[in-house]
């Protein structure tokens, strides 16, 4: 319900001794926020209407809470990419291939956000994907796709490839110099 001046009024039902009880509008979905970290970033609010979707992007809040925390996601995409192995022997376009499939969810994730106006969340998770390679580039363990690829090479060539996408989107990354100090062609941008 619209109160005066756009400001959303909270149903009487959602307050219990004075304290806002976390509840879920009909149709809105909730977006887990993972953490704090002092960090500034957006807040998104994926709304379902009868008539399709709605994205609500917004600045955070002064605690700087935000959906998308690229360490954490880096980590998770590292784990991924560390869990690949191959199942004999694997040529080099075989293995890209691999790779790939796993980072291509990221990238239609970070695609569909940017679409819908989320720019900094797609960001952050162009971001992600760069650090989840960056951190593979100094494994050794032999029965790992990326090492039998040849690294640190393969995941410098599978990074360029995603810059590349991401680039095409038009999306303002920061400079990774200090997090990827081996990629001087990142950029900032």
Known sequence: MQGAGGVEEVAPDLV?????????????QPVEVTGDDGERGVQVDVER???GEGVEVEPADATGATGI????????????LRALRPSGPVSVDAGRGRVLDVLQPYIDDLTWRKERGARRAAADIAIAILLGLYECRDDTEEDMLLVRMGLPGAADDLARTVYKKVKSLHLSLPSLADEC?????CEES
Not at 16 to 25: F, I, K
């Open 181 to 185: 100090p081996e990629w001087a062609w």
């Open 69 to 80: 925390r690229h360490q954490g996601l880096a980590d998770e995409i590292t784990a991924r």
């Open 49 to 51: 209407h009868a008539a």
């Open 16 to 28: 219990r001794d004075g304290v806002l009880v976390p509840g879920q509008l009909d149709g809105e």
